[in-house]
Structure formats: C-alpha cells, structure tokens
C-alpha cells in the first residue's frame, strides 16, 4: 500500500464526507457582470485539523479567525482542488482561501485546503 492510499485510508477513518463545489459556467452581462451557473458538487473525504500557530497567523493577517485546515483524501478524486471552489461540510458553505498538494515526487497525497466561513 502507497502513501496515497494510507493517507486516503486514514482521512477516511477519522475524517468525514464533505463536498467540492465547482462553480458553474461564467456568465457575463452586457453591463460586465459576472454570473455563474450551477456549481458542480464532488463528493470528498476530509479531515479537520487545527492550525498549531494560529494567533501569530491570526495577528499576522494569514489566517482568519475560524479559519479551517482540512485534509482532503487524493485516492479516488476526480479533479484537483482550486481556490474558486467551495467546500461544502455539515451544510456550511465555506470559501476555499489556499490549496496546496503535498505531492512528493510528483505523486499527490492528499490536498490541504485553508477554508473560510463566510
């Protein structure tokens, strides 16, 4: 077994289900809005982490307070997180601020996501 496979495997475990919210397709009016049409929901494992340095985050303007650090499991995960998407968890809504993968040798692990309720 990989180290994809025991990050999934353990996220899974202690994590729970959530989903990405990909946003539909852009829109613009003849005034320059934007708009966009129905996001598309992919369903996700994740883990909850806390940040271990929040209040000098927090103080230094990279962290909101109630921020969220969550794991996202890369086994069985049809598209790459972004920062446009949305997480979806207990039917609150939160904006993703940050993602990054931790992709030894090219290989994705797992995806961090810094997310916000907005």
């Known amino acids: 077994m990989g180290l994809k496979q025991i990050a999934s495997r353990l996220i ?8 990405i919210l990909r946003p539909g397709e852009e ?3 003849e005034y320059g809005g934007i708009t ?11 883990l909850s982490a806390a940040y271990a340095i929040e209040l000098q985050l927090v103080a230094g303007g990279l962290l909101g307070v109630g921020d969220q650090r969550i ?3 890369a086994d069985g995960l049809t598209i790459e997180p972004t920062t446009s998407d949305k997480l979806l968890i207990d039917g609150t809504e939160y904006r993703t601020i940050r993602v990054s993968p931790l992709a030894p040798a090219g290989e994705v692990i797992f995806w961090e996501m810094q997310v916000r309720d907005e």
Not at 12 to 19: D, I, L, Y
Not at 36 to 46: A, D, F, M, N, S
């Open 71 to 73: 794991f996202v499991a």
């Open 36 to 46: 966009y049409g129905e996001p598309t929901t992919h369903p996700v494992k994740i």
């Open 27 to 29: 829109v613009r009016d």
């Open 12 to 19: 899974t475990k202690h994590g729970q289900a959530a989903e």
